[in-house]
């Protein structure tokens, strides 16, 4: 009952996040298929050689781990920093998910993508190669909608691919871990995941007592340990009981967490079409600050905006939020989700209802970053009991 | 790769005046755009931002487009303070238009109201080009007072066209103005008389006939009601959405409704295909 209690996992959609086992892409011919390897290697690396091995890295790429920041109220809340000469001391490989997701290193705050009003047809994009070490199982499957988005699908043809995204995506190399502890706010068995990524990743490492299982998942992720052999060693049955053990326990606990929210009947199409009271109802406390979109991993929109620059203009693309009132705003005044608890219930319709309906995917993750990032204390987990509870009083 | 953001530049060739608020520019792109009647397109004000809006032009003329639009706002304001021999921004063309192939044959009602009529003008050009392929074409145009009406030169003109009619209301009865007077859906009243009855020696069946319509978000909500209960098939109306729109793309998501990106799957939609929606427009 508790596991995937949000989402109807019928036969019509088989992978709830549509992170399809071979890959991103629905495609064929795309690179992220190329990436993925028939068998998946797996080797062992001590903690101080972990080390060593991201410090090579760093040679040749931006590498990004997370770390623990000592905030002005001494919470410690792991986010990313940039490798430089020397490791962060403070990094943390192990526990729950970095404060950011992996969205912001293909989808920039703010980036500019146009100069004007003379410009080339070619896209200058500026996408260093990048090794993000500390995606989660959700940051993993978050990056599918910005596939399904961006790139081109059975939704969007060729001439629509967005060479921003790709550029990043394409040069970006992602090293998941698995989680070793969850938030209080995570539920992404809820959403049929897992707190830990199977697919969608170059290298992915399960933290164990004395070190990491590294498990490979691309020819690229291969090639992050090429000339590093020294470093590695190989795994045995006893490391792969402790990790299988951890990612037991790690669902468990989510899956315990998860069970006081549980829904009577599975989500279905328009179950979340509730009443406006409903809706105004978990709606409350929310001021519109769209923090929620922002550190959320599926939250795609932008908006394009303007301005005079050396030589001329310049557009930036700029992350938007689907709970400010101008988002749906039209000339002259018209506004389509003029009410706070109209644009709620969008995003929140967005993630179970709309995504689900154009991608086949459902876009939440269960990552509960929106949950943590709101000063209303808005938990998107009761606001869904809420509403489809009202419905089915109806 | 491609740059999809970009803007092409384009440069304003003539300006013309249709009322008080609304304008007429006719624009000469760098590179050549060519479009579908009903597609639309990002145009630039440099330095202030981008706004959609669909030509008003022939979409068999490619060399030069024309745009109708009415002052609302930031970008349509700066519009207006641009002079002729000024360079804007263009991008698209976007989104799906009509499919003419679909409509010959037909019947082919075009229902404006106010600068409505200008995304439909494209249409109403497209259609001219090839008349004998339609059995007749019926423009009905509301706009407020006799002074909001746009294309007043053109409408006469409109009206010679071989199987072609035009007919007008303004809102409120008015000093200068001798016509029909209430809102747009009077213009539609005579419908279910004209399967049995010639009206101007036209007659007009709502089963089989399409039509297009453009307008205000109100108005659009009211035509639709009354088009359906004249018989009209949903999957046969085709209406012009409006959504707020930043990319045109199918990226950023401000147009979407439900799962429609309306840059993408519109702007224009039939009654079908937004008929699970409570209040579409
Ligand atoms: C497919 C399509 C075709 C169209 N064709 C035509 C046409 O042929 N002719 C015509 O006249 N019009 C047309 N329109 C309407 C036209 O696009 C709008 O009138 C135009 O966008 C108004 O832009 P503005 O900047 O002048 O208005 P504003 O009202 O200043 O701006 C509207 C935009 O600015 C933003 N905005 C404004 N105020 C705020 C705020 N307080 N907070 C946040 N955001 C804000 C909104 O995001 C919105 O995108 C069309 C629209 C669509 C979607
Ligand atoms: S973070 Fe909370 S308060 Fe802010 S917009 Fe989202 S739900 Fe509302
Ligand atoms: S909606 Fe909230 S919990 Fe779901 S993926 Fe987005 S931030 Fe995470
Ligand atoms: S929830 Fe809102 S901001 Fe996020 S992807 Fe959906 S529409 Fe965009
Ligand atoms: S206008 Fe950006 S998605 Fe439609």
Known sequence: ?394 | MKNLYRPIESVIEDIKSETPNITTYRFRPKEPISFEAGQFVELTVPGVGEAPFTPSSNPNITDTMEITIMAVGTVTEALTKMKVGDTVGIRGPYGNGYNLTDFEGKEILIVGGGVGLAPLRSLILALFDDVDKYKKISIRYGARTPEDIIYKDLLPEWAQVKNTEVLQTIDQPHPKWTGTVGVITVLLDDLPLLTTVDVEGLPFSPETAVACVCGPPIMLKFVNIALLEKGFKPENIYHSMERNMSCGLGKCGHCMMGEFYICKDGPVMTAAQIAEFDDPF
């Open chain 1, 1 to 394: 009952m508790a596991r995937g209690f949000y989402v109807n996992m019928g036969d019509d959609h088989p992978s709830a996040l549509g992170v399809a086992p071979s890959g991103f892409r629905e495609k064929s011919d795309t690179p992220f298929q190329a990436r993925g390897l028939a068998r998946m290697k797996e080797v062992f690396i001590g903690s101080e050689n972990l080390l060593k091995l991201i410090g090579r890295w760093a040679k040749d790429h931006r590498v990004y781990v997370p770390v623990t920041f000592d905030i002005m109220n001494n919470e410690e809340t792991p986010d990313y920093d940039l490798v430089k000469d020397a490791l962060p001391e403070t990094i943390q490989l192990h526990g729950a998910a970095p404060a950011h997701s992996a969205k912001t290193f293909v989808f920039y705050p703010r980036e500019v993508v146009a100069n004007y009003p003379s410009s080339d047809a070619e896209a200058n994009v500026e996408a260093p190669s990048t090794v993000v070490v500390g995606p989660r199982g959700c940051d993993v499957r978050g990056l599918a909608k910005f596939d399904k988005v961006y790139w081109s699908t059975k939704h969007f043809t060729e001439e629509h691919d967005d060479p921003f995204i790709i550029e990043k995506r394409e040069n970006t190399y992602i090293v998941s871990i698995d989680c070793t502890a969850a938030k209080e706010t995570c539920f992404c068995t809820a959403v049929g995941g897992k707190p830990f990524a199977e697919e969608g990743f170059d290298l992915n490492l399960s933290p164990l007592g004395t070190g990491c299982i590294v498990t490979v998942g691309s020819e690229r992720g291969d090639g992050l340990l090429a000339g590093s052999d020294d470093l590695l060693r190989e795994v045995t049955q006893e490391h792969k009981s402790e990790r299988d053990k951890n990612r037991a326990s790690v669902t468990e606990a989510v899956d315990r967490q998860n069970a006081q929210f549980a829904v009577e009947q599975p989500y279905d199409k328009r179950d979340l079409a509730s009443s406006e009271d409903a809706w105004a109802y978990v709606t409350q406390n929310c001021v519109g600050c769209g923090a929620c979109n922002r550190v959320c991993p599926t939250c795609t929109c932008f908006l394009l905006v303007d301005q005079r620059a050396k030589g001329g203009y310049e557009r930036s693309r700029n992350w938007d939020t689907c709970l400010s009132i101008g988002y749906a705003r039209t000339g002259g005044g018209g506004n389509s989700r003029p009410a706070l608890a109209q644009r709620l219930e969008n995003r929140l319709r967005c993630k179970f209802e709309y995504s689900r309906d154009r991608y086949g995917l459902v876009t939440c993750t269960g990552c509960g970053r929106c949950i943590d990032a709101c000063m209303g204390r808005i938990d998107m987990r009761e606001a869904i009991k809420h509403v489809i509870t009202e419905k089915a009083k109806v």
